[in-house]
């Protein structure tokens, strides 16, 4: 099923530390997945993908790792700086076209 | 190098009334999709149109709403007789293509408000 919440979980880190956002996915027919950001009155801006052939994903200062076996997807964000802060969402795609977004996560950067 | 270009970001309805909100999609893209968003909640999947056509409209409502991406011209969501229950924000999304490693790229939306 798709993931609903009406209160997203908060990941709090500090500037400079490496964040960690986990997803867990719905349906083993998806074979492409993608992160989003969203910042406060935005659309999503595209952070990076992977297929499901891939366990991990490296981009600028960022790496999506994939664990199929388990459907969990996460994002890891190396010194996470305040311009990280934003709502973070996994989307995959189990039905050809339309992406399935997950209920998203909130990450708060401490100066 | 204009991305996914949405109008009105922002648009204010009475009951009764419609709503048209435009996408224009990045330029190459030919494939354009339409997402709702509730307050803290993921988008949800409308409609995915190519020019002229509408290739799956599973997401979209029977009643009052429908859309098209004519040959010119952006796509339109169209909501006829608004409810309270319309209000949120809308999305567009294009892409050049489909499957694997042709990500959308979302506009900033229409943030629709029913009186």
């Known amino acids: 099923g798709e993931s609903v919440g009406l209160h997203l979980p908060t990941l709090s880190v500090q500037e400079g530390d490496n964040s960690i956002i986990n997803c867990a996915y719905s349906?083993?027919?998806?074979?492409?997945f993608i992160w989003y950001k969203q910042e406060s009155g935005k659309g999503p801006q595209f952070i990076i993908d992977i297929r499901s052939n891939m366990d991990k994903r490296q981009g600028q200062r960022v790496t999506v790792l994939l664990n199929k076996t388990v459907k969990h997807l996460s994002l890891q964000i190396a010194a996470t700086q305040p311009g990280d802060s934003a709502v973070y969402f996994c989307a995959e795609n189990p039905y050809g076209n339309k992406l399935v977004f997950g209920a998203g996560t909130i990450l708060r950067v401490k100066s | 190098n204009a991305g996914v270009m949405q109008n009105p970001r922002h648009l204010v309805r009475r009951r009764g009334q419609e709503a048209r909100l435009r996408c224009s999609p990045m330029?190459?893209?030919?494939?354009v999709y339409w997402y709702r968003q509730l307050p803290e909640e993921g988008l949800k999947f409308m409609v995915y149109l190519q020019k002229e056509n509408i290739i799956d409209e599973s997401g979209m409502p029977k009643e009052r709403f429908s859309a098209e991406f004519p040959k010119e011209g952006p796509s339109i969501l169209r909501i006829q007789q608004v409810v309270r229950g319309d209000s949120a924000a809308y999305f567009c999304?294009?892409?050049?293509?489909?499957?694997?490693?042709?990500?959308?790229?979302f506009g900033d939306g229409t943030r629709l408000s029913i009186l």
């Open positions: 999304a294009s892409s050049s293509g489909t499957g694997v490693n042709q990500p959308q790229h």
């Open positions: 349906n083993s027919a998806s074979d492409y």
């Open positions: 330029k190459g893209h030919s494939h």
